[in-house]
């Protein structure tokens, strides 16, 4: 027996080293490739067979159902069963990790999942384990065999299944945390697919760098069936081969096989993850599969593919070559395969009746899951406030979130940080003679030299890659804590947090879960901030389900918010006003280790009778400049901080303009759809009675922050925007 490929060659299976040589590349074209006759175990073949032929029986039975409006919708997998079946048989169901995409069903049934299971999913039963009725069907999830919530967008998973194999790296340098978090094993891999077109997402060269940086034991399996819908590879790749432009990625087990071809298939996966089992690194296989029926009944492939083009295909049809091949070979006869077939039509028939016959989720079940229904961060349990003790010498914004993270970071090994820049030095070997970065705003510093490079780390310079990779972390018990530089660069990891982050627990019925916290310096008032150092569009997270945002305004709320943050069980959007940071007026002494403020706990910081504002982040202090200035003129201001946003605490509004009859909602968002535009709304709506004037919004020009200071004075609220409209309104 020859030895493995290394790390960086390309493995052909079933090919001679003259035919490797003479162009690799040939395998990959659609003429089928011979089939190899040196055949494993006759059980294991024969059950190989039957999944595939299950797999492709349950597609044609949801098409059925589809022409009959019995299902809403249908997406196949019909050209892919033979890689997939492949790597079920070299996967460990329970024991690896799994991140597939749509065309996936032919691994999930080798995994152990039903057809009744799949078959729940195409009519939204609430008994579906995929998604309890809440997803589309192939949509893939299953808690008992660690295939985790799949979602519609492409190429998402990617990062996430890095994460997940990046959580056992991590659990293995850090020993006390294998106390804390159980289901890690030394040898365990995490499967990730994705089709040719998802190849060129951005978010597959990240995953790609960062599980081959880190040696993570991540198999990539690219499933080429030549189309992303309608377009075809050589338009989606350079070359129209992936494979070829990623060989040199360093520590990276690259495979080619044809994934129309079982055996080949299951030598190759074989490969691939006892390389990974072994921990030499990531493993990419690239099996050339085909698509012999449309992208999904919602597209006709008739409208853009020849028709000997689709004729060639069939001719490598999976399913009906590997029936010829145990023919051949004397493995079954056709009597056998026929009672296979039978069997199977039989199995896929009876599960399509019990489907159909099953419950839909109640109506009233749909709001179930946004958030954890066992961990409320909104209760008394994370309320010590009231009884707080303060002691040492007076910090800032910036001092009192680094103690929480210190002392939070002590009390449980699973909380990791990470982030650009966020680390003292990545060279650790120089951490004696330097002072260290610890963040671009020194939030983090020194956390690195006290527990570690293993636990405070920096990432490459990609926000999806940040949060991406902290959710399959998350997912896999750990508590991420992580930074995005400036909130001006959230963007590219807004696929991860709105579809991802936000959704997996809602998604999957409260199956999986991710919390984490996502720390943002975020806002303007600083001079030469600009356009893309300055931004507050806040309102853009608050309207995402399932994501809580928090926006302090003070050092001490910092610091109780952050905790509460941390030991909730949702994800946390944390704000952090840049301006506020080392400003001397929101000091405070250090309180205890277990000070918590919940969230949806607003605070009254001043006392007044004409008029309310209702107020968060940079504009409290100006509120409280202009309120002061107003109190000259007679008039009395009652201000309100929310501190948190969502959820946000809607019976200290209630109380306030009962109280005044007048109210100024106030912020740093523009003032056009900005946050304060659903807080006057439902003012408007639901206490209309109480008040004595129209509600009142003070906000931001509706443009983005210029660089000269006088430009960013004009397009930014001050306080006398504040002052100016408080008068207008004690006057109405």
Known sequence: ????????????????????????????????????????????????????????????????????????????????????????????????????????????????????????????????????????????GHKQLNIVSQSSPTGTQLLQAVGCAEASYRCKLIPELQKRVSSFHDDEVTYVSLGDGTSSEGEFWEALNTASNLKLPVVFLLEDNGYAISVPVEVQTAGGDVSRLVENFPSLYLQRCDGTDPIQSLETMRRAVDYCRQRKGPALVHAKVIRPYSHSLSDDEKLYRPDEERASDAERDPVKRFGALLIDEGVIDQNGLQKIKDEVDVLVNDAADKALASPQPAG??????????????????????????????AGTMVDLINRCLETEMARDSRIFVFGEDVADCSREQ?????????????????LQRKFGGARVFNSPLAEANIVGRAIGMATRGLKPVVEIQFFDYIWPAMHQIRNELALMRWRSGNDWKAPMVIRVPIGGYLKGGAVYHSQSGVSTFTQIPGLRVVYPSNALDANGLLRTAIRCDDPVLFLEHKHLYRQTHNKSQYPADDFMIPFGKAKKIREGTDLSIVTYGALVQRSLVAAKQMEQEGVSVEIVDLRSLAPFDWNAIVETVKKTNRVIVAHEDSLSFGYGAEIAARITDELFEYLDAPVRRVGALDTFVAYAPQLEDAILPQASDVAKAIAELKSY
């Open 430 to 446: 120089y951490l004696d003679t330097l002072k260290g970065k610890g963040g671009v705003f020194k939030v983090t510093a020194n």
């Open 364 to 393: 009233e079940t749909a709001t179930d899951y946004v958030f954890s229904h066992d961990v409320d961060p909104s209760s008394k349990d994370f309320d010590t406030e009231d009884e707080v003790q303060l002691s040492g010498n």
């Open 1 to 140: 027996m020859g030895m493995a490929p290394g790390p960086t060659s390309v493995g052909l299976a079933s090919t001679t080293k003259k035919e490797q040589d003479a162009g690799a590349h040939l395998l990959l074209s659609s003429a089928p490739a011979p089939i190899r006759h040196e055949l494993p175990d006759h059980k294991l073949l024969l059950g190989m067979y039957r999944t595939m032929y299950l797999s492709r029986r349950l597609d044609d039975k949801e098409i059925q159902l589809k022409g009959q409006n019995r299902i809403f919708f249908q997406i196949s997998g019909a050209g892919h069963e033979a890689v997939l079946v492949a790597a079920g048989v070299v996967l460990k169901p329970g024991y690896d990790w799994f991140y597939p995409y749509y065309r996936d069903r032919a691994l999930c049934l080798q995994l152990g999942m039903t057809p009744l299971e799949m078959l729940l999913s195409a009519v939204g039963a609430e008994a579906d384990p995929n998604s309890h009725g809440r997803q589309m069907p192939s949509h893939w």
